[in-house]
């Protein structure tokens, strides 16, 4: 069965960190890009981050941009997303997901196949 399990979500002070994780399973994780979604209450799901499959290539969302960093262990079949100068508009639910998107699509839903459950990030004021 193909998992994506993204974990590392929790309760923060604004200015603080968080690093979250992706564990996927049951495919060619290295075959396939990733990207961050998060969703706040009572807002669409939207864009974080994209990772190319080898990690070559990553891009942000404008407001995460000097603030999230997004990492890939092959390896591992992991993705990170490291949250640093949190401030309580990130509270949202972030999700993992993997694709292949094309180009117009690595920060649109639309372009990946997988997705996990999501993790619950909150930053308190």
């Known amino acids: 069965d193909v998992q994506l399990q993204a974990s590392g979500g929790g309760l923060v002070q604004a200015g603080g960190s968080l690093r979250l994780s992706c564990a996927a399973s049951g495919f060619t994780f290295d075959d396939y890009a990733v990207g961050w979604f998060r969703q706040a209450p009572g807002k669409e799901r939207e864009a974080v981050s994209y990772i190319s499959s080898s990690g070559d290539t990553i891009v942000y969302a404008d407001s995460v941009k000097g603030r999230f960093t997004a990492s890939r262990d092959n390896a591992k079949n992991t993705v990170y997303l490291q949250m640093n100068s949190l401030k309580p508009e990130d509270t949202a639910v972030y999700y993992c997901?993997?694709?292949?998107?094309?180009?117009?699509?690595?920060?649109?839903?639309?372009?990946?196949?997988?997705w996990g459950q999501g993790t619950l990030v909150t930053v308190s004021s």
């Open positions: 997901a993997a694709g292949s998107p094309i180009i117009s699509e690595i920060m649109k839903q639309s372009g990946f196949r997988y």
